[in-house]
């Protein structure tokens, strides 16, 4: 179930939860959007509450909608840890190992390419973030290697999701 956590043990890297900083003109409103739910004093290699960090999420897509999560996403990768990859392949291969990098306490969620193509990948993932927060996320990732990737979602049960990358 999308903005809840498997577990309430799960926490997320500072890295990550600046990308939700980074994303706003309006810095000021971000970090008491956070604060409010117990995430201040954001530090790079710092550990917070995974499930605090889906609530202030939640109260950012209901004050300014979807699309802002998908800017979230977007600016991970300019302050997350990464698996460095040499092609979009391998990065998406090794997104797991990126996720795990950023994540701890988290043994449910997973990540995997189902299919490949000579310009897209479909990839497949288990995890209770946002379907909009994800496809920034995917969208972000690709666009390192291939400027005018899109992505789009292909299936959505639950917190099982299936996500066309196209370049």
Known sequence: MEFKAFSENVQVIGEVIASFVNAFGQKDL?????????????????????????????????????????????????????????????????????YNMNHRGDTLSYYKVIEKGDNYLIIETNNPYPDSFDRGLYEGFAKQFHPHAAVSTVKKENDLRQYRVKW
């Open 30 to 98: 971000a970090q008491k959007i956070l604060a409010k739910h117990g995430i201040e004093n954001i530090q790079n290699g710092q550990w917070y509450s995974q499930q605090n960090y889906f609530n202030a999420m939640k109260e950012l897509e209901q004050i300014i909608g979807g699309l802002m999560l998908t800017k979230i996403g977007t600016k991970i990768v300019e302050s997350a840890k990464l698996q460095g990859a040499g092609n979009i392949f391998d990065f998406f291969d090794k997104i797991g190992v990126s």
